[in-house]
């Protein structure tokens, strides 16, 4: 009996720590990590494309990050987030989703539409969580975003070694060349590996300049963004070089003596780049005489590769609706040739959304990027060195991925999408740490929000349930009846048209 007695407060602590360990964990946070660094590396779904199976781990994701709105003051703190944001920016989102939603329900296609409407309220509600996260951990929290994303680019460093290694010694046997094009796994399309590219490539050189004390450990953490850097020149993706440019020209603008610093070891990743290009894709397969297949793009480095069509159909689509749109993803209700987005985010708002939904949105994207861009500013000269880095490559990131949004589906596929929503929720959280809460959220807004991401969630559900099951039939239904030459062009699934 007395040993019970005794054991009892020892159980009641013990309790009490797990209740603690629970509610201040950075639940929200542990699942977009895992989802981050498997979504390269990772194949979710062997008997699907790698953006399906990306899709349906993405959705997984969010399911996730809702339930970890149940543990006791996680809803809270992320509501303080919400109440934090500016009232015009809290009125705006607010007035373009109900516009939003508005467009939904008198589209073509209105379970569609829903889904599309649902996923981007609920990739919002994301970014909001990962903000309270990084606002209860504070700036530690940093150095595991950076090496979140390192790990993530060292481990498809890894495969994509073994993949160049395979087919040296196996592609002289079989009379095969040599093929840049199958170091690039992980996607269905290079170029989302170029929107990847662009959120961590801005971070990998951090661990070098932070922590490279020693030459050996200098090189070793040198070779991941090296290889990632010759990735880049390797590919066709001219969307990641605009992207890198102009987060580039953003550090230079916002960054002061730290930016420049940070530009410099840029600079010398390039060129670490192209030696390796020079050394492992020009050299060595020539000296082993296997004949190489290149994926540059020189000879229409500045066509537009058909963008302006669908820019111009994007267009015509908002000023024949211009209130209201065609509704959200109804971009991808008649078919063509192309895509089935228009590789612009305003004009996919313009087109989808309407007018009023489109500039309130735009709107909150362009205040939000330059309150970010001044808070660097402003805090250039503050913090340790490793901390303005960190702010830098945060910056860079940011305006990288705005501006390919502006040329490719950056808001569009799986991995990009919650790539983009951490950074933006990460650099949220920056802002709001170093302020006090401009006001609490009453019992009465508590209600209307939880409602509102309730019917977001709905939404999803109500959207993909009837998908879920049939994706690779519906995908070989359509290529089997699809004009010659026309192929799976994604938007939410790999088949991206959507039909009843």
Same mark, same amino acid.
């Given at each position: ?50 953006h ?29 987030v ?11 989102? !607010? #007035?373009?989703?109900?516009? /939003?939603? @508005? ?20 990739l919002?509600?994301?970014?909001? $969580? ?36 395979g @087919? ?7 009379g ?8 690039y ?24 300049m ?14 991941v ?5 010759m ?32 530009i ?23 000296? @082993? ?20 069509v ?12 211009p ?25 996919q708002?313009?087109s989808?959304?309407g ?15 330059? $309150? ?27 305006? /990288?991925? $705005?501006a ?13 999408? @919650? ?6 929720g ?6 709001? $740490? ?5 006001r ?17 969630a709905? #939404? ?10 049939? !994706?690779?039939?519906r ?12 192929? !799976?062009?994604?938007?939410?699934w790999? !088949? ?5």
């Open positions: 009996m007395r040993g019970a007695v005794l054991h009892k407060p020892l159980m009641r602590k013990f309790l009490d720590y797990w209740k603690k360990l629970l509610r201040l964990s950075p639940w929200a946070l542990v699942v977009v990590a895992l989802f981050v660094f498997l979504a390269p590396n990772f194949d979710f779904a062997h008997a699907l494309t790698w399906d199976g990306q899709r349906l781990a993405q959705l997984g994701a969010i399911v996730a990050v809702l339930l970890t709105l149940l543990v006791p003051g996680s809803a809270a703190r992320v509501t303080t919400w109440a934090g944001l500016p009232r015009a920016i809290r009125y705006a989102l !607010l #007035t373009a989703f109900a516009l /939003g939603l @508005m467009s939904s329900a008198v589209a073509q296609l209105p379970r569609w539409a829903l889904l599309d409407w649902g996923l981007f309220l609920l919002i509600v994301l970014g909001l $969580s990962i903000a309270a996260n990084r606002c209860v951990l504070g700036d530690r929290a940093d150095t595991v975003l950076v090496l979140l994303f390192f790990g993530t680019a060292a481990a498809y460093t890894v495969t994509t070694c073994l993949v160049y290694g @087919m040296l010694l196996v592609a002289p046997d079989l095969q060349g040599f093929d840049i094009g199958e170091l796994t992980g996607f269905s399309n290079v170029r989302f590996f170029g929107y990847v590219q662009t959120m961590l490539l801005p971070f990998l050189l951090l661990p070098a932070c922590w490279g004390t020693t030459h050996l450990r200098c090189v070793m953490l040198w070779s963004p090296a290889v990632w850097w990735l880049v020149v390797g590919s066709e993706s001219r969307g990641t070089w605009v992207a890198l440019l102009a987060g580039a020209i953003a550090v230079i603008l916002f960054g002061g003596g730290d930016g420049r610093r940070w410099k070891w840029q600079c010398a990743g390039l060129l670490c780049g192209l030696l390796c290009y020079g050394i492992f894709v020009l050299g060595i397969p020539q000296l @082993m005489d296997l004949p190489t297949l290149f994926m540059h793009r020189t000879g229409d480095i500045i066509s537009l590769s058909l963008r302006d669908l820019w111009s159909k994007a267009l015509g689509f908002a000023l024949q609706h209130l209201l749109g065609i509704g959200p993803m109804h971009y991808a209700y008649e078919i063509n040739e192309i895509a089935a987005h228009p590789h612009n985010a305003l004009l708002w313009f989808e959304w007018f009023p939904a489109g500039f309130l949105l735009t709107g909150v994207w362009a205040v939000g990027g330059l $309150s970010w861009a001044a808070a660097v500013r402003r805090a250039a000269a503050q913090g340790n060195a490793d901390a303005r880095l960190f702010r830098m490559a945060l910056l860079a990131a940011l305006t /990288g991925a $705005s390919q949004a502006m040329v490719d589906g950056v808001l569009v596929m799986p991995a990009s999408q @919650m790539l983009f929503a951490l950074l933006c990460w650099a949220l959280g920056m802002a709001q $740490s170093a302020t006090e809460p401009v609490l959220v009453g019992g009465t807004e508590r209600v209307l929000l939880a409602c509102l991401v309730l019917f977001a709905a #939404t999803v559900v109500y959207g993909v349930i009837p998908e879920i099951g049939y !994706l690779a039939e995908q070989q239904n359509f290529l089997a009846h699809a004009a010659p030459g026309l192929r !799976l062009l994604p938007r939410f790999a !088949l991206g048209w959507i039909a009843d």
